[in-house]
C-alpha cells in the first residue's frame, strides 16, 4: 500500500473557507477518481506560531501504478483549482511513503 500524504500551512484569514472548500469539493474530487482506498484529515496541535495552520491529507493508495495513475491523469487539474482559489495563502509538501506493516 502507498500513502500520499500532503502537508499544507494555511493562512489564518482564509482558514474557514479554505477549510470548508477543502472538505466539500477538493477530498471529494479527489475520492472520485477511484484510486484512492482510505483518507484521512489532521491538524496538527504542536503548532509555531507562523501565521497559519497546518493539516496533513493522508491518501491510500493500494498500488505504485495507482499513484502513477493519479499524477499523470488527475494531479495538475486537482492541484491547479487549489492554487487558483487560494494562491500566495498556503504552503505546501508532498510525501510519498511504502506501508510496511
Known amino acids: ?19 470548508t472548500w477543502i472538505k466539500n469539493e477538493h477530498i471529494p474530487d479527489m475520492l472520485a477518481t477511484g484510486l484512492f482506498v482510505e483518507n484521512k484529515v ?11 495552520i497546518t493539516y496533513s ?3 491510500y493508495l493500494n498500488s505504485m501504478e495507482d499513484y502513477i495513475r493519479y499524477e499523470t491523469e488527475h494531479a495538475s487539474r486537482l492541484q491547479d483549482e487549489h492554487i487558483k482559489k487560494f494562491r500566495d495563502r498556503f504552503v ?4 510519498l511513503l511504502e506501508v510496511v506493516e
Do not use: A
Open 57 to 59: 491529507f493522508q491518501y
Open 92 to 95: 505546501t509538501f508532498q510525501t
Open 42 to 52: 489532521l491538524r496538527l496541535l504542536n503548532e509555531f506560531d507562523n501565521g497559519g
Open 1 to 19: 500500500m502507498i500513502l500520499y500524504s500532503i502537508t499544507i500551512n494555511i493562512d489564518h484569514q482564509v482558514h474557514e473557507e479554505w477549510l
